[in-house]
């Protein structure tokens, strides 16, 4: 389909008939489309399951050395910015509240004992958000998401699965984040400074990917509830987004000790 040559190229006649288009396909029917979304759904969001005993390479858009004299300096590091970098103000959307609570509530003391129940309360409701399942040492989604799904989306929300939860505290979360990109070689333009009062931060990024492509974003942490929730979210403003997420899955790897797991 990518031939220079008209002569040469596929015609949709000749794609018909390729065995890559004619072989049995599980979730296709006999019109062409979804016969299954609900198993379409479980079989893609298995895939996406974070293996962390595995170790993130520092620089893996370069080949590992063999000798460190004779090692060829590489025409593009992960390091070197591929435009300037501003500082402009970063706007993201707000993500959907879990159990109606929000960063901006106050905590009275008639909210004091609420405020330590929401913390066993939000656990269990985070183990049944489907994107927790890629943190779950089984690669499989759990029989409660799939007995209850109807459609595809039951399954594969619409919001990025490219996040975490955490209760470290929001200027440590943050530190940690910024560790672990800087140990993968990961330039930082921009992030904002949390104390103990901040409800937000975020972190600039903007680098050059394993295909030495634009890839850049930002790393959101947001405190979203009294009890010290705090959500951290990757989102991508240009790259690839394969990268993005294998981006995200590197860095949750080395934030392991940080992540809320879901209770298995």
């Known amino acids: 389909m990518l031939k220079v040559d008209v002569l040469e190229r596929f015609k949709l006649d000749d794609i018909r008939i390729h065995s890559w288009y004619t072989r049995p396909n599980k979730f296709m029917n006999s019109k062409g489309t979804v016969s299954d979304s609900v198993s379409l759904a479980t079989n893609m969001i298995e895939r996406l399951h974070i293996d962390f005993t595995t170790v993130p390479d520092s620089s893996p858009s370069q080949e590992p050395p063999k000798q460190v004299e004779s090692q060829p300096a590489p ?72 007995q209850n799904a109807r459609r595809f989306r039951d399954i594969v929300p619409a919001q990025s699965l490219a996040r975490f939860y955490s209760y470290q505290a929001l200027p440590q979360l943050l530190g940690t984040v910024r560790s672990a990109l800087h140990t993968l070689n990961v330039p930082i333009h921009a992030a904002t400074a949390a104390d103990d009062k901040a409800k937000q931060a975020y972190i600039r990024i903007r680098m050059s990917d394993g295909r030495k492509q634009g890839l850049s974003g930002n790393v959101v942490l947001e405190s979203i509830a009294e009890d010290g929730l705090v959500e951290v979210r990757f989102v991508k403003a240009k790259g690839d987004p394969l990268e993005w997420r294998r981006l995200f899955k590197r860095v949750a790897v080395l934030c392991r000790d940080a992540i809320l797991m879901p209770r298995e």
């Open 75 to 146: 025409a593009l590091m992960s390091t070197q910015p591929i435009t300037p970098a501003f500082d402009q103000p970063f706007d993201w959307e707000a993500p959907p509240r879990l159990a109606g609570l929000t960063a901006s509530q106050p905590v009275t003391a008639h909210d004091a004992s609420r405020v330590a129940m929401t913390h066993d309360l939000i656990a269990a409701q985070l183990s049944q958000e489907p994107h927790m399942t890629q943190f779950s040492q089984s690669h499989n989604v759990p029989l409660s998401l799939t």
